[in-house]
């Protein structure tokens, strides 16, 4: 009988057993009789057994608690030929059971200048970053590195990605030097960040001379203040 086991023969359905040393002394009616089978319906998690049930021949297996891994999305149960099992499950023989999962993928979104700078990176958990190339670029400042703050510290792309991040780049505003040469001498010199206004200095003298002002290299007259 399919899903169930003999046991003996019986006088009665589902009674005790016949001794079969009995004397025959008139007509005999026998039985057989059988025991429900029992599966065992076993979950492996990560090569560990993470459930085990048992169950009778037919009977419905409800489904249960999903495992959890750190940086994985469970995807279902799936049984020795690959198939993802659906619930409920009807028991009629031993079944194992194994655990697949999707490794999380993470966004990594790289700002420049309060825009997208590429495309975001899908990195998947616990690996890096890819730094971009070129590096980014503003007028009047030189790029530094990026960050996961606005003008904060150094972001290292050696670090593992475990959670979807924003990158921002930081960059250094660039300074320049203005030296002003009279008669072949240095006369003044001085610092100033991109974009900053320089006043007029006092003017040189000359003995003989009227001072005209100050020149360029391409011998153009310059007007103050300098940008």
């Known amino acids: 009988k399919i ?5 003996y023969w019986s006088l009665k359905e589902n009674g005790e057993e016949y001794n079969f ?12 009789v059988y025991e429900i089978n029992k599966y065992t319906v076993t979950y492996i998690n990560e090569e560990s057994e993470y459930h ?7 009977s419905k297996h409800e489904k249960i608690e999903d495992p959890f891994k750190t940086g994985y999305t469970f995807i279902g149960w799936y049984n020795e030929n690959e198939e993802k099992v659906e619930y409920p499950i ?7 059971l194994h655990s697949k999962y999707n490794i999380n993928k993470y966004t990594v979104t790289y700002i420049n200048e309060g825009a997208k700078y590429i495309e975001d990176q899908q990195i998947n958990y616990k690996e890096k970053a890819v730094k971009p190339d070129p590096n980014p670029s503003k007028i009047g400042y030189t790029f530094k590195y990026w960050s996961l703050k606005e003008n904060g510290e150094e972001y290292e792309f050696s670090t593992k990605i475990t959670k979807d991040i924003t990158l921002y780049a930081v960059y250094e505003i660039n300074k320049y030097t203005v030296t002003y040469i009279n008669e072949g001498i240095e006369y003044h010199k001085e610092t100033a960040e991109y974009g900053s206004v320089i006043t007029s200095i006092q003017d040189p003298t ?7 002002g100050w020149y360029t290299k391409d011998n153009e007259k310059i007007s103050y203040p300098i940008t």
């Open 90 to 96: 009807t028991v009629t023989k031993d079944i194992t």
């Open 52 to 58: 085990r049930e048992e169950l009778t021949y037919g």
């Open 3 to 7: 899903g169930y086991t003999f046991k």
């Open 21 to 32: 040393n009995s004397e025959i002394t008139k007509d005999t009616t026998l039985y057989a």
């Open 206 to 212: 000359k003995e003989g001379y009227t001072f005209t």
